[in-house]
Nanobody, 121 residues
């Protein structure tokens, strides 16, 4: 049974950093992605990594501030978030795909339950 479990979300001050983790159980995937959803808004793409090559791609709103990495031995993907802004406040979701995926929600087959990130002073 496939399970994605996110962790690491919490309250942080503007300008601070957080690292989110997504542990996948069951098997490995071709693409792992991160999305977020703020209150009253649609879920949006944050970034993704190809598990084999390590190639990453980010939304323009987070490029240069967020970094995705992986530990294939632990079957875990990380989202390092630096220089956080209040507009980064959202529930962050991990997603997995059995093929090369990118920015679309439909690219992904499996989703975690989400972890809350709040950026506020």
């Amino acid at each position: 049974q496939v399970q994605l479990v996110e962790s690491g979300g919490e309250l942080v001050q503007p300008g601070g950093s957080l690292r989110l983790s997504c542990a996948a159980s069951g098997r490995t995937f071709v693409t792992m992605g991160w999305f977020r959803q703020a209150p009253g808004k649609e879920r949006e793409f944050v970034g993704r990594i190809y598990q084999g090559s390590g190639f990453t791609y980010y939304a323009a709103s987070v490029r240069g501030r967020f970094t995705i990495s992986r530990d294939n031995a632990k079957n875990t993907v990380y989202l390092q978030m630096n220089s956080l802004k209040p507009e980064d406040t959202a529930v962050y979701y991990c997603a997995a795909a059995d093929r090369l995926g990118n920015m679309r929600i439909d690219d992904y087959d499996y989703w975690g339950q989400g972890t809350q990130v709040t950026v506020s002073s």
